[in-house]
């Protein structure tokens, strides 16, 4: 069983910066490729970004390439979604994920095995 709680949500401006942490318990991260998905208001939740468990592959949604990155720290356990140039759009809950690699690069979002609560990114125009 895995834990997952994700951290560094908050209130910003347009054009902004955030870095948001995905911490995991109960089992080493490094058996699963992870994901951030995000769901904004009124709409469903969508994939934002992927990374495989070496760390050595990842993914984006087109509308975060140039300006997200994701990242992660076997040491720590620990997932990272650096966000920059943050526009108001972005303004949703972001989830971390966590399954097999062929589920979280294969797009089968909504049976990941692990989930986390989610924390709130409000980007202010």
């Known amino acids: 069983q895995v834990q997952l709680v994700e951290s560094g949500g908050g209130l910003v401006q347009a054009g902004g910066s955030l870095r948001l942490s995905c911490a995991a318990s109960?089992?080493?991260?490094?058996?699963?490729?992870m994901g951030w998905f995000r769901q904004a208001p009124g709409k469903g939740r969508e994939f934002v970004a992927a990374?495989?468990?070496?760390?050595?592959?990842?993914r984006y949604a087109d509308f975060v390439k140039g300006r997200f990155a994701i990242s992660r720290d076997g040491a720590k356990n620990t997932l990272y979604l650096q966000m920059n140039s943050l526009k108001p759009e972005d303004t949703a809950v972001y989830s971390c994920a966590a399954d097999l690699e062929s589920r979280v690069f294969g797009g089968q979002y909504s049976a990941l095995a692990y989930w986390g609560q989610g924390t709130q990114v409000t980007v202010a125009s």
């Open positions: 109960g089992r080493a991260l490094s058996g699963y490729a």
């Open positions: 990374i495989s468990r070496s760390g050595g592959v990842t």
